[in-house]
């Protein structure tokens, strides 16, 4: 089963990173898990990851969750938050809280000339929903087992479908 210290403790130096890139506005590099909910580990409700976003990017669309809580803890570098309709400077040092619902869509910007890194710590709620107002875009998904947007659905208000739809 691991012993306490790597049930309880990882380090950043020592997690995978994976990038991921849409061009010509997204892109970053992003550890799988920091902490949180995954095999051999005993936290189960609060989980975070490590972000690494070059200059000029951002690492995810504009969106609020409905159940979960983020908070982003600015380990390097500077850019901007905007959330709620705001663009607001954030530098090293910073920790940014985001409480859950459309009060306070949020996404980070790289508007430097340096890497921003980060930390996304959130609490681990599911089910959830989240939405990309820029899209129109909806996103349900939870946590089963294995990958973490196991079961997730996307979907565009446009294409909703009415209660009985299909049912006999």
Known sequence: MGSLRDKLIRNLNDVELETSARAP???GTRSGGVT???EGTVAQKLGAGFDIVPPGKRSCPYHFHYA???????????GTLRVAGEMIPIRAGDVIDI???PEYPHQIINTSEA??????ISTQEFPEICEYPDSGKYLAYTRTR??????GRMHR????????????
Do not use: C, H, N
């Open 115 to 120: 890497p921003l890194k980060y930390l996304s």
């Open 68 to 78: 979960q809580e983020e908070m982003f803890v600015i380990l390097e570098g500077e």
């Open 157 to 168: 208000a446009d294409t909703d479908l009415d209660y009985w739809d299909g049912e006999a």
């Open 99 to 101: 409480p859950p619902g």
């Open 146 to 151: 294995g990958p973490l947007l196991q079961g």
């Open 36 to 38: 949180g909910p995954r």
């Open 25 to 27: 506005v997204y892109d």
